[in-house]
């Protein structure tokens, strides 16, 4: 079964640095997404991504954060100077349609740790 | 927004123990998915189930959307399905909109 992937699976940073995650969707998936879950919190939405701009995003994606889908398969996620309060886990997501029902499938997340 | 609550918080069975965990939503929704957090933070995909009920295995899910709930029900447990159960739900936008998990601890 296709799945999707995320890399690294680990991210150590120091405060203040960027750091980039990295997801391939699933191949014929066309919405993307990533959310976020500070450790023992729930799952939160950060941003959605079609046809090449942003769909949707919370109020936690601010300025410091940014999303682009650099080539036909990878979907990043950069943060450009990195806070204590960015350490969480990351996760990707992607979904074929919009509108009809369907599931979004997750990547096994990337967990970030800022020092 | 919309709302999602899970019930109970905390459940703690006896290995071959059955269980129900339950999710009650605030609004009417297009999606609804039931989720597994592993001990090692990776999130399964259980089910997904807007309505009606499904099985998979031990697992089964019923969602009654004129009522707004949907219950997730594991019979036979084992200790791997020890974990966090999250549900999410979409409401006309993208995003998924995540309970707060009901942590299952199965003990042997």
């Known amino acids: 079964e296709p799945e999707v992937t995320q890399t690294p699976s680990h991210q150590v940073t120091q405060m203040g640095q960027e750091v980039i995650l990295r997801c391939v969707p699933i191949s014929n998936h066309l919405y993307f997404y990533w959310y976020r879950q500070i450790l023992g919190q729930k799952v939160e939405f950060l941003v959605s991504?079609?046809?090449?701009?942003?769909?949707?995003k919370s109020e936690i994606f601010d300025d410091q954060f940014s999303v682009e889908r650099p080539d036909g398969s990878n979907f990043t996620l950069k943060i450009r100077s990195t806070k204590l309060e960015d350490s969480a886990m990351y996760f990707c997501?992607?979904?074929?349609?919009?509108?009809?029902?369907?599931?979004?499938?997750f990547g096994d997340g990337t967990r970030l740790s800022i020092l | 927004g919309i709302q999602v609550e899970q019930s109970p918080p905390d459940l703690i069975l006896q290995e071959g123990a059955n269980s129900t965990l339950r999710c009650n939503f605030s609004d009417s929704v297009n999606n609804l998915q039931w989720f597994h957090q592993n001990p090692w933070g990776q999130l399964i995909n259980l089910f997904y189930i807007p309505s009606g009920t499904k099985q998979n295995g031990r697992l089964s899910a019923t969602t009654v959307a004129t009522e707004r709930y949907s219950l997730l029900y594991i019979s036979s447990s084992q200790t791997t399905d020890s974990g966090v159960y999250f549900c999410a739900v979409i409401q006309g936008a993208q995003k998924l909109v995540f309970g707060q998990g009901t942590r299952l601890t199965i003990n042997p």
């Open positions: 997501a992607s979904r074929f349609l919009r509108g009809a029902n369907q599931p979004q499938h």
């Open positions: 991504f079609y046809n090449n701009e942003i769909s949707e």
